[in-house]
């Protein structure tokens, strides 16, 4: 009995002295891990309730709990890139309009966390003067996420793509591709970890709708968490 409790106490030192606490952050009651910062499956939940009580039983639900996660993770992510650039929250904000999108009902707080994320992005884009060089990889990750969501006419080449690419677009690929590297530098030193069961997880910078299935898909995203990290146990 002795030995196992003096083996448990050097497992506990071990994880608090790893670099950022990274093994230690497993609990199956956390959802994602942002620096100090905790999403718990208690808060995911909550959101989930508040949309599904929002619809009333309409319809069925039009998001996932990866979503909830998603845009927790990204609506603290981008306040932290906004306090960098200085950059506030614009007043009136068009929850109608994203609610529309999102075929939620305007008072769910998803809808209000979607649409603060997405204000306060315009607001870091609009802060950054000077526009991102916009890479081959860049370039053919937009172009395989406009085909897989047939956006492109049929037969479209990657270099015919490049070369027709309207100036509108490319200033807006740019100031997306912006704000996509300044939340990878606020992000790294964080040690972002999300919970297993929600990866793959990435936050979209341009996001369009498909007009066939009318869902929202990015053309210009991070991956966020680490799916290399130690596994949270999965209690669902």
């Known amino acids: 009995m002795q030995r196992s409790r003096r083996l448990a106490s050097m497992a506990v030192v071990a994880c608090v002295a790893v670099t950022g606490l990274s093994a230690c952050r497993s609990e199956s009651s956390v959802a994602a891990y942002i620096g100090d910062t905790r999403i718990t499956e208690t808060r995911v939940q909550a959101v989930w309730d508040d949309a599904q009580t929002a619809l009333n039983g309409a319809t069925a639900m039009p998001i996932t709990r990866t979503d909830v996660v998603n845009v927790l993770v990204g609506a603290d992510l981008m306040k932290r890139v906004a306090a960098r650039h200085q950059a506030e929250m614009p007043p009136n904000l068009p929850f109608d309009e994203f609610a529309t999108r999102l075929r939620l009902p305007a008072k769910a707080e998803y809808v209000r966390l979607y649409t603060q994320y997405y204000a306060l992005l315009y607001a870091v884009e609009q802060s950054i003067t000077a526009p991102a060089a916009l890479t081959d990889a860049d370039l053919q ?78 053309i210009v995203a991070a991956p966020v968490g680490d799916d290399s990290a130690v596994p949270v146990s999965d209690v669902s």
């Open 141 to 218: 990750d937009a172009f395989q996420r406009l085909n897989a969501n047939n956006a492109l006419q049929e037969g479209t080449t990657f270099d015919a793509f490049k070369s027709t690419l309207p100036a509108a677009v490319t200033k807006d690929l740019q100031s997306a591709v912006a704000a996509r590297n300044e939340v990878h530098e606020v992000a790294g030193p964080l040690d972002v970890t999300v919970n297993p069961r929600y990866l793959p997880l990435e936050l979209g910078f341009y996001g369009l709708q498909n007009q066939r299935t009318k869902s929202v898909y990015q």
